[in-house]
């Protein structure tokens, strides 16, 4: 379970790692039936299910908690290793109090599974053995136990991947939006550039020079799909080495962390997707009537027509809070830091934008 929240945090984002699954298990006879209805469907009946439904709510999180009847079939097939007795009994309703025990693994400290009958340990020997073993250890049984190293990658890691995969669909929406090209084509680009980059902070040296797309219904109808434009290996890897020097900026500060700033960036993401979904129809309906996506292009400041728009959004959800202190603006002002000195206002702010902005720009 573990790993496999680890594997999807990846693609699903910041958290999907702390979901946890508790089991709980029970063996029995039950009554087996398809209950007939508006959704007809298989299911099953009896006191097994109830108990086994308490064994579950009353089980802890990554943890799989195991009746005494199911406890006496793995003994009965050799697997007295497998189980570790709860320390303390637990209060079923229907039935009173029930001694259960937590399912471990088939290889505990090498041990080998029994193959006669006379090999086997008792469930009181079993209790006897794990008390002893807890008293010996300082453990209590109802302990979690530790998770064993996955050999996975770290978290700012898979967040590092998950924001890649977040920025690298709105990089082939640019390069769609500009017929397969790379490079804007605006000749003058080049020159524009030149003349920035004179002043001393990032609001100073701001120059508008790249045009928004103006919407354009005919080219967006024979626009590429963005889903066949290959950015290359190339770009990726130089996509994920600068997020991971964004991470490396990020201070483990309460709700200035990356962690927080991938959280930041999932909203935005979602929000975009309410926004504009270009691909689908070329507009979007309501009760029947099409929303004229000019009138859209409008109401959204462009965000619609224009997929370098998107990608600033995201890109700067990404960045915000770069370097951030942990301390108010107010604060830095008052103290007088060398960041307050140098930006005045939006101390934090300006100072992440301006990190961000120097690593991009970084050969």
């Known amino acids: 379970m573990k790993d496999t929240t680890l594997k999807l945090e990846v693609a699903l984002g910041p958290d999907t790692s702390e979901l946890e699954l508790r089991v709980g298990i029970h063996s029995g006879q039950v009554t087996a039936g398809v209950l007939r209805g508006e959704r007809s469907r298989f299911q099953l009946f009896g006191d097994t299910m109830n108990t086994a439904a308490r064994m579950e709510s009353t089980s802890a999180r990554s943890r799989i908690q195991v009746s005494q009847a199911t406890a006496e079939l793995l003994l009965a097939a050799g697997n007295s290793t497998w189980l570790a007795p709860r320390q303390n009994k637990i209060l079923v309703k229907g039935k009173g109090e029930m001694q259960t025990y937590w399912l471990k693994s088939k290889t505990t400290n090498g041990s080998k599974p029994l193959k006669s009958k006379s090999d086997m340990t008792t469930l009181e020997e079993t209790v006897e053995l794990s008390e002893e073993g807890d008293r010996s250890s300082g453990l209590c049984a109802d302990d979690n136990f530790d998770l064993d190293d996955t050999g996975v990658m770290t978290k700012t890691k898979r967040l590092v991947e998950w924001n890649a995969e977040v920025l690298t669909p709105l990089l082939q929406q640019i390069i769609a939006s500009r017929g397969g ?90 929000l975009l997707t309410r926004i504009v979904n270009v691909d689908d129809g070329n507009g979007l309906s309501t009760q029947g009537d099409r929303i004229d996506l000019v009138d859209m292009a409008g109401h959204s400041y462009g965000i619609t027509s224009d997929p370098l728009t998107q990608f600033s959004v995201v890109f700067s959800a990404i960045i915000h809070d770069m370097d951030h202190p942990g301390v108010p603006n107010v604060q830095l002002v008052k103290e007088n830091t060398r960041n307050a000195q140098i930006f005045k206002k939006s101390v934090a702010e300006q100072n992440s934008v301006e990190l961000a902005w120097a690593m991009l720009m970084s050969e």
């Open 181 to 270: 090209d790379v490079a804007p084509k605006d000749p003058s680009l080049p020159q524009k550039e030149a003349t920035i980059g004179t002043g001393e902070t990032v609001l100073e040296e701001f120059v508008p020079i790249i045009q928004l797309k103006r919407f354009d219904a005919t080219e967006l109808s024979k626009r590429l799909k963005a889903a066949s434009i290959d950015i290359g290996e190339e770009a990726k890897t130089q996509l994920r080495n600068y997020l991971a020097n964004v991470a490396s900026m990020y201070h483990d500060n309460p709700f200035h962390n990356f962690e927080h700033a991938s959280h930041v960036t999932a909203s935005v993401k979602k």
